[in-house]
Nanobody, 121 residues
Framework: QMHLVESGGGLVQAGGSLRLSCEAS????????MGWFRQAPGKEREFVAT???????YYADSVKGRFTISRDGAKNTVYLQMNSLKPEDSAVYYC???????????????WGRGTQVTVSP
């Protein structure tokens, strides 16, 4: 079992920045790939970014160059640094854990409850 808790969401103006954090407990964090997904009202959950246990990263095209995913093994925490935010980035952001880095939500076995990000025009 793995327990994930997101934090860092909030309201920000377009062009601003936020850093999301996801603290993991339980199952070995160092062996897990970690991902961020988001879901806006009326839309399907979509992939944002993932980082493998070895540090390899992958991003959705919509956030590439603006968002950065990173992990701190000492703190069992994964981060999502979000810069140049746009109103279309508004969503609930979820942290998830998988055996290997993937853009597919079905491959993730553990999920946090999410944190709301709202970007005003």
């Amino acid at each position: 079992q793995m327990h994930l808790v997101e934090s860092g969401g909030g309201l920000v103006q377009a062009g601003g920045s936020l850093r999301l954090s996801c603290e993991a407990s339980g199952r070995s964090f160092s062996l897990s790939a970690m991902g961020w997904f988001r879901q806006a009202p009326g839309k399907e959950r979509e992939f944002v970014a993932t980082i493998g246990s070895g540090g390899a990263t992958y991003y959705a095209d919509s956030v590439k160059g603006r968002f950065t995913i990173s992990r701190d093994g000492a703190k069992n925490t994964v981060y999502l640094q979000m810069n140049s935010l746009k109103p279309e980035d508004s969503a609930v952001y979820y942290c998830a854990a998988a055996n290997g880095a993937s853009y597919k939500a079905d491959n993730y076995h553990y999920w946090g409850r999410g944190t709301q990000v709202t970007v005003s025009p």
